[in-house]
């Protein structure tokens, strides 16, 4: 009895687990679009950035097309990890923490969290808001690193709250508002926030640098050949070509 209860669960993982994913010709990528340049959507209504460029150059050498899913952030992983995805590319930061529960690609690109303010502001750092009003509030990406860094350093501490919204534009958004002091965000997607509204500026923080890489289950089939295929395309110049087109040399 034991036994056909785990035939018959195993047929139907096969029937509805594996139909969503490599097998029909079709990649599936989880990714949170409101992080410009790395993913938004152009004037079309279309996902288009640097990691939906770069999933789709990797999945036609492939031979597959290449599904964007937009969700939540905090969500990647979790997808991933169950197989409802087949791959999360996010600008994701590689951590320690994450790597307990998925697999990284190797790195296409790299970032740092710095701290959004308004344009007026006379602080240089989080610390000086905590030294001037006894705390911060911060807004942040739920789920991101600058919500990891900022809870341990801040609320963590006694020295701040963290306000956790579902992507980086609602954060801003909330900044604009008054409702937060700051936000902290990746560089390149704070430049595009900061020139896309007026009144803000960005102020540098500590923060090391973060490895971007895309994230696949542990089990994943499809892993190998995908790490590879973007390491052609490392190699021959087509990442950078992508990366050149999203962030014009300064
Ligand atoms: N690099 C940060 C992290 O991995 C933020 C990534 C947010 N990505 C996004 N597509 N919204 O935690």
Do not use: H
């Amino acid at each position: 009895m034991k036994k056909i209860i785990a035939l018959l669960i195993a047929a139907m993982f096969v029937l509805t687990g594996f139909a969503a994913l490599a097998e029909n010709g079709t990649l599936t990528m989880c990714t949170n679009a409101a992080f410009p340049p790395y993913e938004f959507y152009d004037e079309d209504g279309n996902a288009t950035g640097i990691d939906v460029e770069i999933a789709k150059a990797i999945g036609a050498k492939l031979g597959y097309d290449v599904e964007i899913v937009d969700i939540e952030f905090a969500q990647c992983i979790p997808g991933v990890q169950s197989g409802k995805y087949d791959f999360a590319a996010a600008g994701m930061t590689v951590t320690e923490e994450r790597q307990q529960m998925v697999q990284f690609t190797d790195t296409y690109a790299t970032g740092i969290q710095v701290i959004i303010a308004p344009e007026d502001a006379a602080f240089e750092s989080l610390d000086d808001i905590v030294d001037a009003n006894g705390s911060v509030k911060v807004g942040v990406q739920m789920g991101t690193t600058g919500d990891l860094y900022t809870t341990w350093d801040y609320e963590d501490e006694g020295k701040g709250t963290v306000d956790r919204y579902a992507n980086g534009a609602a954060a801003v958004q909330a900044l604009l508002a008054g409702k937060v002091d700051c936000v902290v965000i990746d560089n390149e997607p704070a430049k595009n926030f900061v020139a896309q509204n007026e009144g803000l500026k960005i102020l540098d923080t500590a923060y090391t640098v973060e490895d971007y890489a895309m994230a696949f289950a542990k089990d994943s089939a499809i892993y190998d050949d995908f790490n590879a295929a973007l390491n052609e395309l490392i190699a021959d110049g087509t990442v950078q070509a992508i990366i050149d087109k999203f962030i014009p040399a300064e």
